[in-house]
């Protein structure tokens, strides 16, 4: 079956634009999460996904940050005016939902933002 | 809090040799580990993982790893390496009610030379 995927695979911006990018989880998934990974560093947690509600935010760093999940399946990520420093391959990964249990996550292949 | 330190950014290594690749944690509550590997151009693939059980962990592609709660470390081993390995490698830890909350080292760039 499909992995997950993302869109786009490069987004090149201006400072101060808005994005969007998009991660489709494999299907059945119910957890999804972003991961931030600058260069040089390994993925940074965002935010956590179970359903269509966000579980955890504790990630996110500002509020020019925000995500959604509408219906439980798609997901976007949504950057406001934004930065240089949010150059970064943003990482989407999503896992079954298992009572009591870890659950392994799949990740996509990334979406290479660049804010010029 | 929970934090990894890989202790080498990059490890450069000839074909058939053996490699280890060093990993370290910090946590205040019991963990489970990962390793992961990113080859050029796509996301991360799950290499192996310790929940409980055996510190003995076989994983895919031949390599393996060791938990060792005394010296909080989980190296990644595999005793004869192919070209294609040649990858970023990525040490992770998630632990206690958070558990889906992955926090990944800096990775270790093992580059196989013929």
């Known amino acids: 079956g499909a992995g997950v995927s993302q869109t786009p695979s490069n987004k090149v911006t201006e400072k101060g634009k808005y994005v969007e990018l998009r991660c489709d989880p494999i299907?059945?998934?119910?957890?999804l999460y972003w991961y931030r990974q600058s260069l040089g560093q390994g993925p940074e947690f965002l935010i956590y996904f179970q359903g269509t509600g966000a579980a955890d935010d504790s990630g996110l760093p500002n509020d020019r940050f925000f995500a959604v999940r509408p219906e439980g399946s798609v997901s976007t990520l949504k950057i406001q005016r934004t930065e240089r420093g949010d150059s970064a391959m943003y990482l989407c990964?999503?896992?079954?939902?298992?009572?009591?249990?870890?659950?392994?996550?799949?990740f996509g292949p990334g979406t290479r933002l660049t804010v010029l | 809090a929970q934090s990894v330190t890989q202790l080498d950014s990059q490890v450069p290594v000839f074909e058939e040799a053996p490699v280890e690749l060093r990993c370290n944690y910090s946590?205040?509550?019991?963990?489970?580990l990962f390793w992961y590997v990113q080859y050029p151009n796509q996301g991360l693939q799950l290499l192996l993982k310790y929940l409980s059980g055996s510190t003995l962990v076989k994983g895919i592609n031949g390599f393996e790893a060791e938990f060792n709660k005394s010296q909080t470390s989980f190296h990644l081993r595999k005793p004869s390496v192919h070209i294609s390995d040649t990858a970023e490698y990525f040490c992770a830890v998630s632990s206690g009610g958070s558990n889906y909350k992955l926090t990944f080292g800096k990775g270790t760039l093992l580059t196989v030379n013929p």
């Open positions: 946590s205040s509550v019991s963990v489970y």
């Open positions: 299907s059945g998934h119910t957890a």
């Open positions: 990964a999503s896992s079954v939902s298992l009572a009591g249990g870890l659950n392994e996550q799949f």
